[in-house]
């Protein structure tokens, strides 16, 4: 594998126009959803670091919240071959926590856009209905289908301290149903109280499962969180940016070289943002990134094992 543009990683920009033929954008949507940890089933604060924010759009129709969503995209890439290549991706709570008629009738709008590619959804492990899984089958055969599931962490003290409802086994389960299906995995470095060796121990455990994609990305506090109260009450150890770049890219280390990495820095609002102040620099965790790698002398699966 070579990386392009003198990265030392997979990233899904290089991903997406390798497999389309040209800059592809995914497109933010809202399609209304809730989560069991939020609406009562399992919980109603949801996960401690959760905003329980939607979308700003929600509730108009998936046509106009496309228009809303990809003209700032637009701005910032470019219209030059961009707008052949859309992914609708429904990024808000649980994508398939609805009745499956539901599911499929937003899904079908959402394909339905001009010149979608392809389609993303965010949901969790719990959220896997067999008739979801045979909804989201079916559309695999269709179109280029990614699902993303929510993990942070393979250790089970900190997923209960976060309150993320569910356990690594239960997340195994639900990651198993999508056999076949592109599954992209999200990890949080910088929970709280979590060691370098147990982040890099989630990393290593998520690596063997063989993910199509992997987000990753730091802890950032925003106002209005349970977590943000918990720090201010007592607080706990917020990572350093340099050591964000040493565990990530560690962890990046350790990733096959064709995992397609989605995200390496956080994008928390800027209003709202508590901690740490170094991740409003984004480009600048992403410099720090690459630096180490030119450093270490290592790249994306110098230390991948099956």
Sequence with gaps: MTYQNNKHYLTYDQFLKTTFGGKTIKIPLDGGF????????????????????????????LAEQFAIAKAPLLKKWGREGVEERYIPYFQVFSGTYAPVERLRALYEEALALPHTVGLSIATRCDCLSDEAVALLQEIAKRTFL??????????????????????????????????GIHRCVHLINGLPYETTEQMLETAKTVAALRPHAVKLHMLYLEEGTAMTEEYRREPFPILALSEYVSVTVSQLELFHPDTVIGRLTGDGQADR???????????????????????????????FSE
């Design 34 to 61: 809730s989560c069991p940890n939020i609406d009562g089933t399992k919980a109603t604060g949801g996960c401690t670091y959760c905003t329980k924010t939607p979308l700003p759009y929600r509730g108009k129709p």
């Design 146 to 179: 990614t699902v993303e599931l929510g993990l942070q962490t393979v250790h089970e003290d900190t997923a209960r301290r976060i309150g993320r409802g569910h356990t690594f086994e239960e997340f195994l389960d639900g990651y198993r149903k999508l056999e």
């Design 273 to 303: 943002l508590v901690e740490p102040q170094w991740s409003r620099r984004k480009f600048c965790v992403l410099n720090e990134i690459d630096k180490e790698f030119r450093r270490r002398g290592t790249r994306q699966g110098s230390y």
